[in-house]
Each structure stands twice: as C-alpha cells, then as structure tokens.
C-alpha cells in the first residue's frame, strides 16, 4: 500500500467552527508533515512530526494544532480560522527522518483538503 | 534565501514533442537530494524522480529524465514524447541532511497542445 489518504476532500467551514483534518499512511513511515498551499504557489511546510513527536513548527498560528495519535496517522485541527486561511491541505510521508547521507526519502504526498473559510 | 530557483512559470508544448523544465539550486552542501513533483488540477503532488547528489549518472524514470549538471547547480527535468496528460504543475524541490525539509520552487505550468 504505498497511498497517503486524506479526510475530508472539501471542507467548508466559519470562523467559529471547530474541524479536524485528517492523514493516515500505511508505509510504515516514520515522519509525516502538513503543507499549506495556495493557488499556483509551491507548498508551504507547517508541522512535521518524526517518530511521532513534532520536530518543526515553521510559526503556525495557534489556530492549527497538529496532533499524532500514532505512526500511522496525522490530524490538523482547526479552530477560530480566518478567510485568508483558505487553501489546500496537503499531507505527506517519508521513511527515515532525518537520515543525513547520499540517499534522501521521497515524500508521498496525499491527494489534500481543500479548505473554505466563510 | 532561495534555494530553488524554476525561472519558467508556463511552457507550452506540442503533443508528442519534448519539453525541458529548468531548475537550478543553491547549496554549499556537498550532500543533497533533488525531486521533481506533477501537481494536476486535482491537487495531489505526484513523484516523479529523484536525483543524489553523489549520483554519477543522471535519473532516468519512463518518460522522464533528469539533466543533472552539478558544476552549474542545474537539475532540469526532460519529458519526452509528451502526451496531454503532462498538463500540470511541476515543482523542483531539494532535501538537505539537516532536518526533514523540502525547499521547494515555484513551480512551471507546462500546458500540452494537441
């Protein structure tokens, strides 16, 4: 199973409403991230999490609150979101964080939420 | 600072012609990954081939080749025979052996003509 799914698709939602996006992953990788992409812009990183603890926070609002429940999943849980947080979600994968050496890990990545905030 | 560089945001090409995407980078580390990834229209980022820095030759996978020049800090990815499922985005990105990083580019718009 080399597939990186993603819940929901589409999601809509207000300002005030509290939603959790989520990544789940049966490679037995062991680093998983979340991207932020806007239209016609590369993906931005947000959070990785290696071995299942989070090893970088590139300066997210604490209104995304990344959580790994275990190896094999990722949530993004959101809350209080503005307009301009309005994207595409990605999730990806990888073996071996970390590694430093001549062979660096691909990342597969899911098929994304998009994300509305009204 | 930028790391990867893709100085084409669109490229047309005839169906059944070949298509380079350019893509340089910026590193004083001796030891790097370089990746090309296909964004469709549907989102998801699709892996497309990888290159070693320490690799003596260049990528090759199907369709898709990587003109690796290492002096020139160059990786451009060549897609022969394209077909019109080639419309897409494709990024350049680099991984380095510090932390779990992706840096990538902005990406070329390649748009096949029939």
């Known amino acids: 199973d080399t597939e990186v799914t993603q819940t929901p698709k589409h999601l809509v939602m207000g300002m005030t409403n509290k939603k959790s996006l989520k990544c789940e992953q049966h490679m037995g990788h062991r680093a998983m991230y979340w991207y932020k992409q806007k239209a016609k812009k590369p993906p931005e990183l947000m959070f990785v999490y290696s071995y299942e603890k989070l090893s970088i926070n590139e300066s997210v609002p604490s209104r995304f609150s990344p959580e790994c429940p275990n190896s094999s999943l990722l949530n993004l849980h959101l809350h209080a979101l503005q307009p301009e947080d309005s994207a595409l979600y990605l999730c990806a994968s990888s073996q071996d964080p970390g590694t430093s050496g001549e062979y660096y890990n691909e990342q597969f990545f899911g098929p994304g939420t998009r994300l509305t905030v009204l | 600072a930028q790391k990867i560089t893709q100085t084409q945001p669109g490229m047309f090409v005839q169906e059944k012609e070949a298509v380079t995407l350019d893509c340089t980078y910026d590193t004083s580390d001796p030891s790097y990954g370089l990746f090309w990834y296909k964004q469709p229209s549907s989102g998801e980022m699709i892996f497309l081939i990888y290159?070693?820095?320490?690799?003596?030759q260049n990528a090759t996978e199907g369709r898709y080749s990587l003109n690796f020049q290492k002096a020139r800090k160059s990786a451009n990815l060549v897609i022969s025979a394209s077909q019109l499922g080639d419309s897409a985005m494709y990024f350049c990105a680099m991984a380095l052996p510090t932390g779990n990083q992706f840096y990538f580019g902005t990406g070329t718009s390649l748009t096949v003509i029939p």
């Open positions: 290159q070693g820095s320490y690799d003596q």
